[in-house]
């Protein structure tokens, strides 16, 4: 094996990159040192940011399921979720008011797991209020409660189990868009986008295989979602009936 003396590579090193000063210079060209951030992506990058929202809400609309998580700020309460979600249903977490319960939807039929204490509020109430009141947590304290659907906690847990609602009502950006250079979220290249300079939401967008939305940091300081496990299927199976209870038309005020 023949030696390379020093001197000689140092003088292809400076050769090369006097061309490459060259044609940056004399013909217009990008530098050539600098490797194409987007090479080896699926190519989303390189799209006007309009464009790139509009693939990401495709890409989503048409995934099967989806893992999502984090914080939303809503109706002046803030809620930290952790859900899985497909079409027919979700299952999961959900805290709110230093609360902490389970969700789990089945098409129409939604159920709610908490401890006794969830169900068991005495402050403001006569004895014969906290009898119920006591009543009511020992029965429901850690059962999956079937919510009726004319109760208002439906209405207000359910949107928290559907897909479709979830990402219809999220994955919007404010304002004027534009793209905020490549990052990376969870060990996957990304490709980030915001509404007014990040006042109107902020994006991140999978520049490696179908351009699904990984972060979103939401307008207004409304919270911080991370979306993962896009079309990995998950089981969703109807609670065991020594588990469940049918509370009936209302559930108790909790």
Not at 11 to 18: M, Y
Not at 87 to 99: F, H, K, R, V, Y
Not at 111 to 137: C, N, P, Q, T, V
Not at 147 to 153: L, R, T
């Amino acid at each position: 094996m023949t030696a390379i003396p020093q001197g000689r590579i140092r003088r292809r090193v400076g050769l090369a990159g006097a061309v490459c000063a060259l044609a940056v210079t004399g013909l217009g060209l990008t530098g050539c040192s600098e490797e194409d951030p987007d090479a080896g992506t699926n190519g989303v990058g390189k799209l006007p940011p309009a464009k790139i929202q509009a693939e990401t809400r495709t890409a989503a609309g048409a995934a099967d399921a989806v893992h999502l998580s984090g914080t939303v700020v809503a109706g002046g309460s803030t809620y930290e979720l952790d859900m899985r979600l497909k079409d027919d249903g979700g299952s999961g977490s959900l805290t709110a008011q230093g609360a902490t319960f389970e969700l789990l939807r089945i098409d129409d039929e939604l159920y709610l797991k908490a401890d006794a204490a969830f169900w068991d509020h005495e402050d403001g109430k006569d004895d014969s209020d906290e009898d119920d009141s006591a009543a009511a947590a020992d029965k429901l304290g850690g059962k999956y409660v079937k919510v009726p659907q004319g109760d208002p906690a439906y209405k207000r847990f359910s949107g928290f189990t559907d897909m479709d609602v979830l990402l219809d009502g999220l994955l919007t950006l404010h304002g004027a868009l534009a793209t905020d250079g490549h990052h990376e979220q969870a060990g996957v290249r990304t490709i980030r986008i915001t509404g007014d300079k990040g006042s109107g939401g902020t994006l991140d967008v999978s520049l490696q295989g179908k351009p699904y939305p990984l972060r979103l940091i939401r307008a207004g300081d409304a919270g911080t979602l991370r979306f993962s496990d896009w079309g990995e299927d998950f089981a969703l199976k109807q609670p065991p009936k020594d588990e469940t209870v049918d509370y009936g038309q209302q559930l108790p005020t909790s």
